[in-house]
């Protein structure tokens, strides 16, 4: 089964500063999803950004942009000027045929 | 175009009732999720249906747990006898077909069901 694995459980980042969050998964795949999703203190998920493992171009949207290394099984995620909405909760997750895993979560302190 | 609907959103049951989520999937979206969120944690994969049939139920507990996504209505989880371990938020998620007839990876989660077992 894949593994999604997310070695920070609390990261803090000072506001307008850029912070990474780090992500590593196991997979023996080629063709896949990986994805950050963001979750507030409401609860609802949303989706920050999606790669497409057969693109090697990094995504991006707007403050957020992905360091995506196939080989090295990393997705790692990038917010720059960080605001303090951002803070969340950040799990990274892997898909694959609509098997979607998540990792355990990045929670994520802006502070002012 | 409505979003996943999950109802109810916040549920009380004592031990040993029965608890039953409902999760309406987006308009199109023939693929269904649930996950389960304990208190701090990240969301565990339970089970992935389609219409009328169970994909992959592979995080399901064995006993209790049960998943249906009939052709006609929304999709139940239903959690038999509960206990105090079953207290949890209930994701759900669905995602449509893509053009190639592939499920596409991006999931789109309702808001949650939170169940309480007193």
Redesign the interface.
């Known amino acids: 089964a894949q593994t999604v694995t997310q070695s920070q459980p609390e990261m803090s980042v000072q506001e307008a500063e850029t912070v990474t969050l780090s992500c590593t998964y196991d997979t023996s795949e080629s063709d896949y999803y990986l994805f950050w999703y963001k979750q507030p203190p409401s609860r609802q998920m949303i989706l920050v950004i999606r790669q497409e493992a057969y693109k090697q171009q990094n995504a991006t949207e707007n403050r957020f942009s992905v360091n995506f290394q196939k080989a090295a099984k990393s997705f790692s995620l990038k917010i720059s000027d960080s605001q303090l909405g951002d803070a969340a909760m950040y799990f990274c997750a892997y898909a694959q045929r609509g098997d979607m895993r998540f990792g355990a979560g990045t929670r994520l302190t802006v502070k002012p | 175009n409505a979003g996943v609907m999950q109802n109810p959103r916040h549920l009380v049951r004592r031990r040993g009732q029965e608890a039953r989520l409902r999760c309406s999937p987006m308009k199109g979206h023939s693929?269904v999720?649930w996950?389960r969120?304990l208190p701090e944690?990240?969301?565990?994969?339970m089970v992935?249906l389609q219409k009328e049939n169970i994909?992959?139920e592979?995080g399901m507990p064995k006993e209790r747990f049960s998943a249906e996504f009939p052709k006609e209505g929304p999709s139940i989880l239903r959690i038999q006898q509960v206990v105090r371990g079953d207290s949890a938020?209930y994701?759900c998620?669905s995602?449509p077909i893509t053009g190639r007839g592939?499920?596409s990876?991006?999931?789109f989660?309702g808001?949650?069901s939170r169940l309480t077992v007193l």
Do not use: C, N, R, T
Request: proline fraction near 0%; hydrophobic fraction near 35%; avoid cysteine.
């Open positions: 693929h999720y996950y969120q944690e990240g969301l565990k994969f992935y994909i992959d592979s938020a994701f998620a995602s592939s499920v990876g991006e999931l989660f808001e949650g």
